[in-house]
């Protein structure tokens, strides 16, 4: 069982920087895929950017190039650095984390808000 904690949400300028952190509460090395996702007020849960244990990383086109995921397995922590922020990158973030099995179980964290706002 894993518990994932986000934190590092707040409130932000248009073109500032926030780094989030999601710590789990157990070893993530048997975490295949860990990603973030976003959900705004009236939509779906979007992913966001992905990272896989053996180091393939995905992104959302409109994140590429300003939004770094990384992962430290030893730390049991996942971060996703977000910079040039854009009020539409105004959402609830959520962690997730998922073993390689197809049957294996899905994480999830709480969220945490980031507002994107002058």
């Known amino acids: 069982q894993v518990q994932l904690v986000e934190s590092g949400g707040g409130l932000v300028q248009p073109g500032g920087s926030l780094r989030l952190s999601c710590s789990a509460s157990g070893s993530i090395g048997s975490m295949y895929r860990m990603a973030w996702y976003r959900q705004a007020p009236g939509n779906q849960r979007d992913l966001v950017a992905a990272?896989?244990?053996?180091?393939?990383?995905t992104y959302v086109d409109s994140v590429k190039g300003r939004f770094t995921i990384s992962r430290d397995n030893t730390k049991n922590t996942m971060w996703l650095q977000m910079n040039s922020l854009k009020p539409e990158d105004t959402a609830v973030y959520y962690c997730?984390?998922?073993?390689?099995?197809?049957?294996?179980?899905?994480?999830w964290g709480q969220g945490t808000q980031v507002t994107v706002s002058s």
């Open positions: 997730y984390a998922k073993g390689r099995s197809i049957n294996a179980a899905a994480y």
């Open positions: 990272a896989t244990s053996d180091g393939r990383t």
